[in-house]
């Protein structure tokens, strides 16, 4: 049992999808579905964990690490559970799991109007390395991030 309020890490599992669909379809415009989140459980190079606040999944991140190379490819906290360190723990741990598998950058993309996300990559130390132009859903464009581990 967890102490109240604690974040606890754990890999993700098939059994967490339910709520994992439930805070993305809440927190995008176009969500990633079922099959996406599949992948990320197959992929032997992806490495999705949830952090669970007081028994329930509150948050998740998606890792790719492949080589030297590492990509959040997703990071997510649920709306009432935001502001508190949750995504700051996640990025830690993908941080740590990256560094153990021995990668030497970490990249990602975020979209340019996401101002709480691209705080959260600096604050984190990543800097901004490109912008793909009407990137996503052909309007908005993508800023491109790393952080050498
Ligand atoms: C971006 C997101 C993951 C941040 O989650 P969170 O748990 O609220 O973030 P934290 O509380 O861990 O904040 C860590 C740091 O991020 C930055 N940050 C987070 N939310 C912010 C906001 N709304 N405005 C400005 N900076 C913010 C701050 O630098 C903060 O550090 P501080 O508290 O010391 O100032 C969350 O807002 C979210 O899920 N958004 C929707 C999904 C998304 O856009 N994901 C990223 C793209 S894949």
Known sequence: MSVPGTVDIRPMTKA???SV???????????WRYEHFLHELASPHSFPFVAVIEGAVGGYVCLMSLFEEAEILDIVVAPHLRGRGIARALL????????????GIMRLEVRASNRA?????????????????????????????????
């Open 92 to 103: 830690e741990h993908a941080v740590a799991i990256a560094q153990g598998k021995q990668a």
């Open 117 to 149: 996300a691209i705080a959260l990559y600096e604050r984190f130390g990543f800097s901004r390395t490109g912008m793909r132009t009407k990137y996503y859903e052909g309007v908005e464009d993508a800023l491109l991030m790393e952080k050498t581990l």
């Open 16 to 18: 967490d999808l339910e």
């Open 21 to 31: 669909l439930a805070i993305e379809q809440a927190s995008f415009p176009h969500p």
